[in-house]
């Protein structure tokens, strides 16, 4: 294979892989209480702040060594963003639970207006970033060519892969994850078997926020820059990947990121770049037609 | 309830503002001074109303415009031309202004400047670069500041005459300021005998550009130029760096002007080497020297557009002043025909409101994130 | 509910105090506390005291009030639902029916004690209302949730934009133009996503609305890209408004005989926006009235059962969308001419989400509230300009605020009842 192209498959999996972190987060709300959570890009946009601070005070005690400082800023991140997770959907979205479907849209919209500007007064208007952690590069070569990995990406496909992986064995053998799906699948009926369902929706958001907020971290490490307003391009852009997958899907999000991941990618490198935004929407729009569930969805039975 | 509540507050809106306007009477020369003083360009506001406030002061305490004092009026577009409109036709009709020091963004000072032409105010711009700023005729649009064009002239001479550069990238941000200068930088590169390899837009406020990376390295181009802001350019030179391309030179235009530059590029090793084309520091000119000294002793460093935005000031001053007149048309054909001593030095402009002569130079950064002027090439 | 006569606890209040406390400190802590620069920090631990100090004391009246009756029946109100349309008694006056005569008469007689800023900002309210008023019938009608309205909008503007450039249209010309052009987009988005469920068509919608405004802004020969194309002031009988003619004609003011004044071309659009407003608000008061209004509303509530009375659901959803794309056409036309320049950046995603917030605080369905919120929502931000940062910020809390406050929106659509009239067998 080409080493331009194979070189292009790799950037699209990492970004891919980024985008479906945070499509977990829209997946998961959406698949529990039918509610896109607009507010979800701006959550990941904190946890880039937070990242960025925690290193910044870990830098400052005198940590320099790669792997404390990476574990100090994950559980700090982690820990934090799930907080903001949950009193987001205590404030602006538990009042709305029995409203219409369209006030808590408005909510989270008004949400990510006021963490934005949150993020912009107390942290200043300007491009915020950290230094360079894990610097240095794999080159791979290959017959015609080769491929430049740093370390970062790889460390990124990693903790992506594994943040999932934990995540689907949560869901699948625990008895958090069970409950999870078990609201999911039918409100009324799960909180008639005794499960608190207000409290599993509490637990869906901490869980969405802490998946945004491990994406934080690693997309902060690997571009190494970011600002109050970059949840909202990367929010759209892991929203569609939601609905590419199918929403409600688990592992629909992760195939969803990657499949956006990989068509940017590609179609930038071998098209034009100017209209791979154009090229991304249509494909979702074309996707959606033939296969109105998304990916891996469910197909939706409506039953009289 | 909720309802008689609002429809109060809507006609108190109304009927305050319409008697509140209408009982004020002038005795003082007003100037506005527009731009972004929230959102993200809030730093570039705010110089520009440092620049002009000082220069208010320093003219008023010199007797004034015609013997009238100078009033600033601030307004703030945030950058976004929907409410460059609305200040603009809240400083004409509201604040009666005889002159506005304004916009900072171009795409918000070309609706705007159309108010101020239909309420025949005299505008200047210290910071819009885009040649439609003036390019439509306008009789009283001025510009304190280079154009996009002749800027682009300066990149491209120098990546052909100096960087000897064959194979080039050119990249912009899709936006009226990068894409503008993009153009134009390709255009000379083209009419020098050097055609890009490649030409690209970038979306705003992404941040992972390693297609375009790969693009570039397939390409095989020795140098990339892009026009842009330093939020783009910043990850754009690392991943440049990231995928092994180091021996490419990278070069940009006044829009990464700034210290925050490092911190997006992810530390001073990046930004080494980076060339980016500015207007000579007004800073080093002998006239500025006291004004300069001025603001460092109130704490505050006349950085980026501040001494444009001071110069400013003085050009519409100087109008009124030479024009003997209040009338924004009368000082316009004055500045077109007469050259102003400002802190910048002696200025002239066209019959369009451009400056006669650019002053474009090319930078470099250095190893430790910051940046000085390269020598004049000739 | 027996729980009025519980005793207020104070302690528990003041435990739900020190936790909201304790919470915030974790929330606000680093954020507004820990103030990065460049890959350093400064500590600003003052305001983080002040904002936890300020969450506890509102934490502790909020828990004190929830115990008094008054606050058990705000949280009760949270518990019930409602749904569907709100029945009145058949001889029921609203107490609002003079609202519609007196926004007109104060519509009528405004412009002549406003000036111009105050005018273009009620020119910004009517086109929102304009905007409001379409959405209102793919959202709050038909229940078909439209994330790309904006699209349409941009279609209209760029109608004229184009038009002039390429065609030498104008403002008249592609008034009604553009209307059609906006409903034929809305058809062609409308015939692929009929298939789709609620919130898949609004990503589609979404996805849609991003197109388009990428094209406007990558299509750099036909469009002028970023930097926005110029649009030509309206036209009276051929009489510009400008202060100068442009093609040798004679201006509006010298025609008859004025003096310049450069409000007249806000004056203009303010007044035929006032016009086309009045027509479209009469427009959907007939449709709602008529058998495709009653159709929207049935989809709304439930499709299934609709198909099997045999309503053409295709056709009821393609009239919806095509209803409200060509009236947000028309606003765009208004909105080109008034700003006199469009460039992509009036079309953003952000823009969509303002008109669906219009639409859903002034009660979904409901064209009063629609066009109290449309005013609310545009003038808000310029009475907050006082507040000069924190604008956005205290835009963002009223948002959440007001739907928690009004879930249903600020006007609950409702219907007057039905009697039968005498002699009439049941």
């Known amino acids: 294979m080409d080493g331009i192209f194979l070189q292009q498959l790799i950037n699209g999996l990492t970004l891919g892989s980024v985008y479906g972190l945070i499509a977990i987060g829209y997946t998961m709300v959406y698949g529990i209480i039918g509610m896109i959570n607009f507010a979800h890009g701006e959550v990941y946009m904190i946890s880039a702040y937070l990242a960025a601070i925690s290193l910044a005070l870990l830098a400052y005690f005198g940590i320099e060594s790669f792997p404390l400082l990476i574990l100090g800023t994950l559980v700090f991140t982690v820990v934090v963003t799930g907080i903001y997770g949950w009193v987001i959907e205590r404030v602006a979205y538990k009042p709305l639970r029995n409203s219409t479907r369209l006030a808590p849209l408005i909510s989270a919209i008004g949400i990510s207006l006021i963490l934005q500007n949150y993020a912009q007064i107390s942290q200043g208007a300007k491009q915020q970033g950290v230094p360079t952690l894990l610097a240095g590069a794999l080159k791979v070569d290959i017959g015609t060519g080769f491929v430049q990995l740093t370390y970062t990406k790889i460390f990124i496909l990693i903790a992506a892969f594994a943040g999932m992986a934990v995540l689907t064995y949560i869901i699948k053998y625990t008895k958090l994850g069970r409950m999870c799906r078990a609201t999911q699948q039918d409100r009324k009926m799960a909180s008639i078997l005794g499960i608190n369902t207000d409290r599993v929706i509490s637990y869906v958001f901490i869980i969405g926020a802490a998946m945004a907020a491990l994406a934080g971290v690693l997309i902060t490490m690997n571009y190494g820059t970011f600002d109050f307003y970059a949840g909202f391009v990367i929010g759209i852009k892991a929203f569609t990947a939601a609905v590419l997958g199918g929403i409600g899907s688990l592992p629909g999000a992760m195939l969803g990121g990657i499949i956006l991941g990989i068509s940017e990618s590609l179609f930038s490198g071998l098209i034009n770049s100017d209209y791979k935004d154009v090229f991304s929407f249509s494909l979702l729009v074309l996707i959606l037609i033939f296969r109105p569930q998304g990916l891996l969805g469910r197909p939706l039975v409506a039953k009289v | 309830m909720s309802q008689t509540f609002y429809k109060k507050g809507f006609l108190a809106l109304a009927v305050s503002a319409a008697l509140g306007v209408s009982a004020f009477a002038q005795a003082d020369i007003k100037f506005g001074v527009a731009g972004p003083m929230t ?11 440092r620049g002009a406030q000082a220069a208010a002061d320093e003219i008023n305490a010199k007797g004034g415009v015609n013997g009238e004092k100078i009033v600033l009026v601030k307004g703030d577009d945030a950058c976004e031309p929907k409410q460059a409109v609305a ?73 052909v005459d100096v ?64 026009g842009g802001l330093h939020p783009e350019a910043g990850p754009l030179v690392r991943q440049l760096r990231e995928q092994g391309l180091k021996d490419v030179k990278f070069m940009s235009d006044d829009g990464i002007v700034t210290d925050e530059l490092v911190t997006t590029a992810g530390g001073p090793q990046y930004v080494d080497g980076v060339y980016m084309t500015f207007g000579a520091d007004p800073r080093m000119l002998p006239e500025s ?4 000294e001025q603001f460092r002793k109130s704490g505050y460093e006349p950085e980026g557009y501040t001494l444009y935005a001071y110069a400013s000031v003085q050009t519409l001053a100087a109008g009124f002043t030479g024009a003997k007149s209040t009338k924004g048309e009368d000082a316009a054909k004055w500045l077109k025909a007469n050259a102003v001593k400002t802190v910048m030095g002696e200025k002239t402009w066209d019959a369009k409101g451009d400056l006669k002569v650019s002053d474009y130079v090319v930078y470099q950064w250095d190893k430790d994130g910051k940046y000085h002027q390269l020598e004049k090439q000739k | 509910m027996s729980a009025a006569k519980k005793p207020i606890d104070i302690k528990k209040s003041v435990i739900d105090a020190i936790l909201a406390g304790l919470i915030s400190l974790i929330v606000f802590g680093p954020i507004v506390g820990v103030v990065l620069d460049g890959y350093g920090f400064d500590l600003q631990p003052a305001r983080v005291g002040w904002l936890v100090a300020i969450v506890m004391i509102g934490r502790f009246a909020m828990s004190l009030f929830m115990q008094t009756p008054k606050g058990l029946k705000v949280l009760h109100g949270f518990e019930s639902t409602g749904s569907g ?51 209102n019938i793919v959202v709050g009608l038909a229940g078909l949730l439209d994330l790309g309205y904006v699209a349409f909008y941009a279609i209209g503007a760029y109608g004229l934009a184009l038009g002039y450039q390429y065609l030498g249209l104008g403002f008249w010309t592609v008034l009604p133009l553009s209307a059609l052009a906006a409903g034929l987009a809305g058809c062609l988005l409308g015939f692929p996503v009929l298939r789709m469920h609620g919130d898949y068509l609004a990503i589609v919608t979404l996805g849609f609305g991003e197109i388009i405004r990428l094209i406007l802004n990558n299509w750099l020969s036909f469009t002028g890209g970023p930097n926005g194309m110029p649009v030509p002031s309206p036209t009276f009988f051929g009489l510009e408004f400008g202060r100068r003619a442009k093609e040798g004609g004679v201006p509006f003011h010298e025609f008859f005989g004025l003096e310049y004044n450069p409000n007249i071309k806000f004056l203009f659009i303010y007044i035929v926006l006032f016009l086309v407003v009045l027509l479209v608000l009469y427009i959907k008061h007939r449709l709602t009235r008529m058998p495709v209004g009653r159709a929207w509303e049935a989809l709304r509530e439930d499709e299934i059962a609709c198909r099997s009375m045999g309503l053409n659901h295709v056709l009821v959803k393609l009239s919806a969308f095509t209803i409200g794309a060509s009236t947000a056409g028309l606003a765009g036309v208004f909105f080109a001419s008034y700003q006199g320049f469009v ?8 823009e969509s989400a303002l008109i669906l917030a219009i639409v859903v605080l002034g009660g979904m369905g409901s064209t009063v509230g629609v066009v109290i919120a449309a005013f609310v929502l545009t003038v808000a931000p310029e009475l907050l300009r006082a507040f000069s940062e924190y604008r956005v910020l205290l835009f963002g809390v009223l948002m959440v605020v007001m739907m928690i406050w009004r879930p249903r929106g600020l006007i609950r659509i409702s219907r007057t009842g039905v009697t039968p009239r005498k002699g009439v067998a049941p």
Request: with cysteine; charged share 20%; hydrophobic share 45%.
């Open chain 2, 87 to 159: 200040v603009a036709n809240r400083m004409v009709d509201q604040d009666k202004v005889a002159g506005v020091v304004g916009h900072f963004c171009s795409s918000s000072t070309i609706p705007a400047s159309e108010v101020y032409s239909d309420a025949g105010v005299i505008a200047i711009t210290p910071g819009s670069t885009n040649p439609a700023v003036t390019e439509r005729g306008l009789s009283a649009m001025f510009r304190m500041c280079g154009r996009d064009d002749q800027q682009g002239i300066v990149a491209g001479d120098y990546i």
């Open chain 3, 343 to 350: 460039n992509p950046s009036s079309f953003t995603f952000f």
């Open chain 2, 39 to 49: 959102g993200a360009n809030a730093s570039f506001g705010e110089q520009y109303m």
């Open chain 3, 85 to 135: 349309v709100h029945v009145l008694a058949p001889d029921y006056k609203s107490r609002l029916r003079w609202i519609i005569p007196a926004l007109i008469v104060i519509a009528i007689v405004f412009p002549f004690f406003a000036n111009k800023y105050i005018l273009t900002v009620v020119i910004l309210g009517l086109i929102y209302v304009l905007l409001g008023l379409g959405l």
């Open chain 2, 289 to 292: 020297k006291a004004v300069v």
């Open chain 2, 163 to 226: 960087l000897k550069g064959k194979k080039v990238a050119v990249l912009h941000d899709k936006d009226t300021y990068g894409q503008g200068l993009a153009d134009a930088t390709k255009a000379q590169l083209t009419k020098r005998g050097v055609t890009p390899v490649l030409y690209e837009g970038l979306t705003r406020g992404e941040k992972d550009f390693s297609a375009v990376v790969t693009k570039i390295r397939a390409a095989g181009a020795d140098i990339v130029y892009f």
